[in-house]
């Protein structure tokens, strides 16, 4: 296999023609994500967080890899696998991705110029949860304004503040919320789902926990649709003339009536069929 072209300009690294840069599990890593099987970050921007975590993936173990390397890698292998580019040059994001792994003691300028060494082999990290934070620190995003429950999933309430201060300017109470659900960080969620065209960052107003979260987001989306506040203009079927207080009444009301609801009739949190 030779050095091939992204489509976008950028290079992916062979092995075969730089053994002492890269290795066949990067070569594998490499057609999976440019396949899109499995990558986490697809819409996120590239930050300086995110390409740290790709660059300590791709490089652990080696030795004096060049910077320039470490960039065209690290940027083909998001681009392939679904992200945006960042909001900053690549050269950027690089040097300061560097610094924080240099911080953490997972690399160390090589004797030679430009060059470095990255310390492993270790295993992919799984701490999305920790990654997500980072980013959202990095694109300056609002954390949830309140959450509440507890689990390994979630169910989530956002919208924009243009959408809340024009409905109190008119002496309403609902306004325009989306209500969905994930099974990993609700930041790098939300943000998958904003297009350039939106004015303003969404805010999330309400974050529940919970480990049952396709059963909550249901009976949340068929008590609103019955009360008549679905969205039947709005893009895709989430959206609803709400508020958080609203989610959160539903929600409590919901717990409390299914707290004596027998086992056997509870949604198994590891079914992927609902």
């Given at each position: 296999?030779?050095?091939?072209?992204?489509?976008?300009?950028?290079?992916?690294?062979?092995?075969?023609?730089?053994?002492?840069?890269?290795?066949?599990?990067?070569?594998?890593?490499?057609?999976?994500?440019?396949?899109?099987?499995?990558?986490?970050?697809?819409?996120?921007?590239?930050?300086?967080?995110?390409?740290?975590?790709?660059?300590?993936?791709?490089?652990?173990?080696?030795?004096?890899?060049?910077?320039?390397?470490?960039?065209?890698?690290?940027?083909?292998?998001?681009?392939?696998?679904?992200?945006?580019?960042?909001?900053?040059?690549?050269?950027?994001?690089?040097?300061?991705?560097?610094?924080?792994?240099?911080?953490?003691?997972?690399?160390?300028?090589?004797?030679?110029?430009?060059?470095?060494?990255?310390?492993?082999?270790?295993?992919?990290s799984n701490d999305s949860q920790s990654l997500?934070?980072?980013?959202?620190?990095?694109?300056?995003?609002?954390?949830?304004?309140?959450?509440?429950?507890?689990?390994?999933?979630?169910?989530?309430?956002?919208?924009?503040?243009?959408?809340?201060?024009?409905?109190?300017?008119?002496?309403?109470?609902?306004?325009?919320?989306?209500?969905?659900?994930?099974?990993?960080?609700?930041?790098?969620?939300?943000?998958?789902?904003?297009?350039?065209?939106?004015?303003?960052?969404?805010?999330?107003?309400?974050?529940?926990?919970?480990?049952?979260?396709?059963?909550?987001?249901?009976?949340?989306?068929?008590?609103?649709?019955?009360?008549?506040?679905?969205?039947?203009?709005?893009?895709?079927?989430?959206?609803?003339?709400?508020?958080?207080?609203?989610?959160?009444?539903?929600?409590?009301?919901?717990?409390?009536?299914?707290?004596?609801?027998?086992?056997?009739?509870?949604?198994?949190?590891?079914?992927?069929?609902?």
């Open positions: 296999m030779s050095d091939r072209s992204t489509g976008r300009g950028l290079q992916v690294i062979d092995p075969a023609n730089h053994p002492e840069e890269s290795t066949a599990d990067e070569v594998a890593m490499t057609t999976d994500i440019a396949r899109g099987q499995g990558y986490r970050w697809v819409d996120i921007p590239l930050t300086a967080s995110l390409a740290a975590q790709l660059a300590k993936e791709i490089f652990a173990g080696r030795r004096a890899v060049r910077r320039n390397v470490i960039a065209d890698s690290v940027e083909a292998l998001h681009l392939e696998g679904g992200g945006r580019a960042g909001q900053q040059n690549i050269s950027s994001i690089i040097k300061k991705a560097l610094a924080q792994l240099e911080a953490d003691g997972l690399v160390a300028k090589s004797g030679a110029f430009g060059r470095w060494d990255f310390s492993g082999p270790e295993p992919v997500a934070d980072d980013l959202a620190d990095d694109l300056d995003l609002p954390s949830p304004a309140r959450t509440i429950g507890a689990g390994s999933q979630a169910v989530y309430v956002y919208g924009y503040e243009s959408y809340r201060s024009t409905a109190e300017a008119h002496l309403e109470t609902r306004y325009a919320c989306k209500i969905g659900r994930t099974d990993g960080p609700v930041t790098s969620r939300i943000y998958s789902q904003m297009t350039t065209s939106m004015p303003e960052w969404p805010q999330v107003w309400l974050v529940i926990r919970t480990d049952t979260s396709r059963t909550l987001e249901r009976v949340l989306h068929g008590i609103l649709s019955l009360r008549g506040q679905s969205m039947s203009d709005a893009p895709g079927a989430e959206w609803f003339m709400t508020n958080p207080a609203e989610i959160e009444a539903i929600y409590e009301w919901i717990r409390l009536d299914t707290a004596n609801e027998p086992a056997s009739v509870r949604e198994d949190p590891n079914d992927s069929s609902v």
